[in-house]
């Protein structure tokens, strides 16, 4: 596994739209869910696709890969596929981002760069509030994928490496700092607390904390 | 649509049988006292957790006051380890357990570590999910107080030998002059199947449950032997002996000793039944299906698990597409908890993370019949080859089923 970065983590600011009855997601999920719209049914021909992406780990509960298609001269996204090994939001997720970069024509790349969860969340009509950590990853695939293509045709210039990303808004915690504190020794989630005070006051960014020290120890630590 | 349950090891259906020895203590017409009142009707309701007690004594061969009821499992697993431990602080502070306990053991025994000074020692299991006695013994130090190991795995159905570690147990005692450790089991899963004479078993603490057994949920007991000093959880009224205040359950004490009685009587019988059943989907799943693992040994396991990783898909999607079809089964993996980590059972197997991811657990009823198998046989291939051709991942061969 080579990880050049770690996973996306929703903005933290979105809000829990969790309007669920009896089942556990949104009719949207459930329809993207069962009926999962544009995923890579064959092996990619050569020359089909000039753009991939990965994201994540089968070792951390989801992988998502993204195929993307480009017109060099619009530099519109005409074809978008995608594998996903997840969850059902995971895969919901990933349905619902190749629709929102295809449609209408299909978006830039420089529009498809601003797709965030919370727009996919959206879109789903809402998540349940412990599977926005998790499960939305396509984005970021998708921006790998983005990466890819610029890098195939040489516009290396147009290569945008993430930023950080803050985990934990009240304890200000990055994802930079837990990088360093896994670095620094810290293997585990309680250690990692020792160190940054991450999600003391929040639990709810723990899942989205214990996937990135798993990712990190893999990284570092081939743990 | 027809609906195919298969997840008793969560919970099971009241029996009806059950559940008609219970409803005169909840309709309200005769038996409302309060067990703890002077008066006829509380004798009355006194008298029925009396009979109800000796009932259940009798199925573990044991005194009737050395019967104890609580809420539940959990609260049983957590009475007998926080119990134990802190009225034995004084003679030790080391305490034994394994890898693959239900979290109301785990979770006391953590706790007791971290905040309380204890120190714990977890044993590890086979690659088949299965306790070595001779682990614990060696893992037995002078300070040994306590040492908790579940009778069978709540998710992948292994049988421990819980009567091989408690003979040792019972020999360390001797040969050391020591009435410590003191060797309790969590049962819940078990006593439905097996057999729960406490002279056979030696233990000295031992927990069930009545949600597991077609009894009423949110009932339990903590079987503690005579002698036995533990401080209390709860304070108040001074019920069960002052070893567990409030109010009794009268309706769900009744239920569960009618429940044990009727699942121990039908155990032999029943048991011969579903390992039938269970040997059938078990080997027809790995013969159907491609790249799928049997997680727990073959034979030591309850009569009504089948633990099964599908490799390259992950186990919540599977469960979502099996409940769209009106099949109930459970995974242990980590989206349907708080937390992202995949079952500790599946890892403690050696097994790596994305293979856990995959593991689904199917448990067998009273009410499975053949053909629910026969139809959950014809839907799963279709089910697995559809996520497999969504997903991106391929696992490695080495982790397919073993030989």
């Keep these: ?44 021909e050569p020359g089909q696709f000039n753009g991939i992406g990965t994201y994540g780990s089968p070792a951390c509960g989801d992988e998502m890969r993204v195929w993307i298609k480009v017109d060099p001269k619009t530099e519109k996204i005409i074809d978008f596929k995608w594998r996903t090994f997840g969850c059902g939001s995971a895969i919901a997720a990933t349905s619902m981002i190749s629709v929102i970069a295809t449609e209408n024509g299909g978006k830039t790349l420089e529009e498809a760069r601003k797709i965030r969860p919370q727009e996919v969340i959206d879109r789903l009509g809402g998540l349940p509030a412990r599977k926005f950590h998790c499960s939305v990853l396509c984005d970021k695939a998708l921006r790998n994928a983005i990466n890819d293509y610029y890098r195939r045709v040489g516009f290396f210039d147009k290569i945008v490496s993430e930023g950080n990303r803050m985990i934990d808004k009240i304890m200000k915690v990055t994802d930079e700092d837990i990088e360093k504190a896994v670095r620094e020794g810290a293997k585990t989630l309680e250690e990692v607390q020792e160190k940054t005070k991450v999600g003391v006051n929040n639990s709810s960014v723990l899942p989205a904390v214990e996937e990135l020290i798993r990712f990190y120890k893999e990284k570092y630590f081939n743990s | 649509m027809n609906h195919i349950y298969l997840d ?50 009798e199925i573990l061969n044991c005194r009737p006051d050395e019967i104890i009821f609580t809420s539940g499992g959990t609260e049983s697993d957590n ?83 819980i009567a091989e570690i408690g003979n040792l147990i019972q020999k360390y005692r001797l040969e050391n002059h020591s009435e410590f450790p003191l060797f309790h089991t969590d049962a819940c899963q078990a006593s439905g199947f097996l057999d729960l004479d406490i002279s056979k078993l030696h233990v000295d603490l031992l927990t069930f449950n009545g949600s597991k057994i077609y009894g009423p949920k949110g009932i339990g007991v903590l079987y503690i032997k005579r002698g036995i000093k533990l401080q209390p959880l709860l304070f108040g009224g001074g019920q069960e002996k002052g070893i567990r205040a409030g109010t009794e359950f009268v309706a769900g004490i009744v239920g569960l000793a009618k429940a044990l009685e009727l699942v121990q009587k039908e155990k032999v019988k029943e048991n011969e039944r579903l390992i039938i059943l269970r040997d059938y989907f078990i080997t027809e799943i790995l013969k159907r299906i491609p790249k799928t693992r049997l997680n727990g040994d073959k034979t030591k396991r309850l009569p009504n698990n089948v633990h099964i990783s599908f490799l390259d898909i992950e186990g919540e999607a599977l469960l979502l597409y099996l409940d769209a079809e009106g099949i109930y089964v459970s995974t242990g993996s980590a989206c349907t908890s708080t937390s ?64």
């Design chain 2, 79 to 161: 009475l007998a380890i926080l119990g134990v431990a802190r009225a034995l602080k004084d003679k030790g502070n080391h305490l034994i357990t394994s890898t693959i306990e239900h979290h109301a053991v785990l979770e006391p025994m953590i706790f007791l570590e971290k905040k309380e000074g204890y120190k714990l020692t977890r044993i590890s299991v086979t690659e088949d999910g299965i306790i070595d006695p001779e682990e614990v013994l060696k893992a037995i130090e002078p300070d040994t107080i306590f040492v908790s190991i579940m009778m069978a795995n709540n998710e992948i159905g292994t049988i421990q030998p």
């Design chain 2, 8 to 57: 008793h090891a969560a919970a099971t259906p009241l029996n009806p049988q059950v559940f008609e020895a219970m409803r005169y203590f909840f309709d309200g017409k005769e038996f409302y006292g309060n067990p703890s009142s002077f008066h006829t009707p509380g004798k009355e309701a006194k008298d029925v957790i009396e009979k109800s007690r000796k009932n259940i004594a």
């Design chain 2, 340 to 403: 992202l980590e995949p079952s500790h059972v599946i890892l403690a197997l050696g097994l790596p993370r994305e293979v856990a991811h995959g593991s689904l657990r199917f448990s067998l009823g009273k009410g499975t019949t053949k053909e629910d198998i026969d139809t959950v046989l014809e839907v799963l291939p279709g089910v697995v080859k559809k996520l497999r051709s969504i997903s991106p991942v391929r696992v490695e061969e080495k982790y397919w089923n073993r030989g």
């Design chain 1, 1 to 44: 596994m080579n990880h050049t970065s770690p996973p996306i983590q929703p903005t933290p600011d979105v809000t829990n739209q969790d309007k669920t009855k009896s089942w556990f997601y949104s009719d949207i999920v459930k329809d993207h869910f069962f009926e999962p719209r544009n995923f890579l049914k064959k092996d990619p």
